[in-house]
């Protein structure tokens, strides 16, 4: 049998990545790590983590204005986005320690670079080419931009994150759930914020009901939501930069961010060479152990058409590492995979739309309700908050729980697990509300609306 120098080379220490590492180390396997950028991947540095930092600052604006009925002053606060910034860059680069020492602990070698696949076990980086029984691509996503002139004028949340100053005014393009929710922190932080988005709704990847109920809230926050049936150019004119949409109509901005979608980050990789087979998305193929159709070569993460989640990374890290060096028990469903949307208000879901539950046959009952929470009595506000659920009329399953509001992610995320355990309608029923939370809103939901 050849003798390899590393058990695994994994490229790209992100967050599938540094978990398969860390955890086939911990089975006692010899590997190494390649980062090009920073230890922890788009999630610690351009991703979850700042995202939602910046979407804590956010929230106290309207916190601040809350705060007012409930007996408050709301006199001499004032925002400072580079301390934001810069309190920002300083936790992450505590993580960027945190998971520097995570490896190195796991006795897992770092090398920083680039690096590429030379042949079925041998890896290059630094101009060093380094051997491997097996090589994980664990090399993530990135943002893309239409293919239109001036589109270089225009950011990407790769760049937001760093931004010298907060823009007076801000267009955001796109429809999915980094749109809404970068569009929510501009908004919340002050600036005038413009979301673009194709089609009647934002957030069609989700149950219908949440990207019209969203819609109104941040209407009712002060973005300007605007559907558009596509952009022509971006120019720079006095004072900032105008976009042009298809029937002549103009939108100026002092800065134009574009979250129209992430492609997986192959760029440099070698995996032509080796005849690595892509998808028709252009993710790299892989069967059900993470293999791609080079026996020796895994993928996980952003890099394949999996679910761009952190969780979902991890876990197929975990399953690799199993797989690999262990006893290989490990796997992972896709079903009941839970999201949250950071956006203002937040969104979350777990389990299945109405409209997939229709179409994989189920005839469901819906229960929704929309009421004003207990807070905005006193705040004034005139937010409200949504909840939906879809049961499966044969068995009384709850095939879906949908949410807009509050801390929906926190709320669903307990929801979750009784979807995973198969909870029934009437078993929600039977579970007492905690009293007085907007959660205990999905255990009284008695009479079905459809
Ligand atoms: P990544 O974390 O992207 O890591 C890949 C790493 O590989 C990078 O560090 C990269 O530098 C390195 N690399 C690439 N090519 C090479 C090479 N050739 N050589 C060496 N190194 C290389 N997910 C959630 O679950 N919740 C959220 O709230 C959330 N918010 C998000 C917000 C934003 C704005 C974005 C952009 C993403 C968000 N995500 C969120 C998605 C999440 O960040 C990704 O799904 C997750 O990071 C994917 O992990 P990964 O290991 O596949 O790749």
Redesign the pocket.
């Known amino acids: 049998m050849p003798d390899y120098q590393y058990d695994l080379f994994t490229?790209?220490?992100?967050?599938?990545?540094v978990r398969a590492s860390r955890m086939s180390a911990g089975f006692g396997a010899k590997v190494a790590i390649?980062?090009?950028?920073?230890?922890?991947?788009?999630?610690v540095?351009?991703?979850?983590i700042p995202?939602?930092l910046f979407s804590y600052a956010a929230h106290f604006h309207s916190d601040i204005e809350d705060a007012v009925g409930f007996g408050w002053a709301n006199d001499g606060v004032h925002f400072d986005w580079k301390t934001l910034v810069a309190n920002k860059d300083r936790e992450i680069a505590r993580l960027n320690g945190v998971y520097e020492r995570i490896l190195t602990g796991a006795g897992v070698n770092i090398l920083r670079?680039?690096?590429?696949l030379v042949d079925q076990h041998t890896v290059e980086?630094n101009g060093e080419r380094i051997t491997s029984k097996n090589i994980l691509l664990?090399?993530?996503?990135a943002?893309v931009k239409p293919d239109i002139p001036g589109s270089e004028l225009a950011i990407t949340?790769d760049e937001f994150f760093h931004l010298e100053s907060l823009p007076r005014r801000v267009l955001v393009i796109g429809a999915g759930?980094?749109a809404v929710?970068?569009a929510s922190i501009f908004n919340g932080l002050g600036a005038h914020t413009t979301l673009l988005y194709r089609g009647q709704l934002p957030l069609k990847a989700f149950d219908a009901d949440l990207g019209t109920f969203l819609a109104a809230e941040m209407r009712k926050k002060g973005v300007h939501m605007r559907h558009g049936n596509g952009i022509e150019r971006i120019d720079k004119v006095a004072g900032g930069l105008a976009l042009k949409q298809p029937g002549g109509e103009i939108i100026e901005a002092d800065c134009i961010l574009f979250a129209t979608g992430?492609a997986p980050?192959i760029h440099?990789?070698g995996l032509e060479s080796l005849g690595i087979t892509l998808s028709k998305k252009g993710g790299v193929k892989v069967d059900e152990h993470y293999a791609t159709n080079v026996p020796s070569i895994f993928a996980?993460?952003?890099?394949t058409d999996t679910l761009?989640?952190?969780?979902?990374?991890l876990a197929e890290?975990m399953v690799v590492a199993d797989q690999l060096f262990n006893e290989g028990k490990r796997q992972l469903s896709y079903e009941n995979i839970p999201?949250?949307i950071?956006s203002h208000p937040n969104v979350s879901s777990v389990g299945l739309s109405e409209t997939l539950a229709r179409e994989r046959g189920f005839e469901v009952k819906i229960f929704k309700s929309d009421f004003r929470a207990l807070k905005h009595t006193l705040s004034g506000r005139d937010e409200r908050t949504f909840m939906k659920l879809v049961v499966d009329v044969a068995t009384d399953r709850v095939l879906g729980a949908h949410m807009v509001g509050h801390d929906a992610g926190e709320i669903i995320q307990g929801i979750a697990v009784a979807l995973n355990c198969g909870a029934t309608k009437a078993q929600f029923d039977a579970t007492l509300g905690i009293h007085p939370t907007v959660a205990e809103e999905f255990v009284t939901m008695r009479t079905a609306v459809v």
């Not at 490229?11 to 990545?17: D, K, L, M, T």
């Not at 390649?34 to 999630?43: I, N, P, Q, V």
């Not at 761009?308 to 990374?313: D, K, N, W």
């Open positions: 490229i790209g220490a992100g967050s599938g990545g390649a980062e090009s950028t920073y230890l922890g991947g788009t999630c540095n351009a991703g979850c995202k939602k670079g680039h690096a590429s980086i664990a090399t993530g996503g943002p949340s759930y980094i929710e970068l992430r980050r440099g990789l996980i993460g952003d890099v761009a989640l952190t969780p979902v990374a890290g999201t949250a950071f």
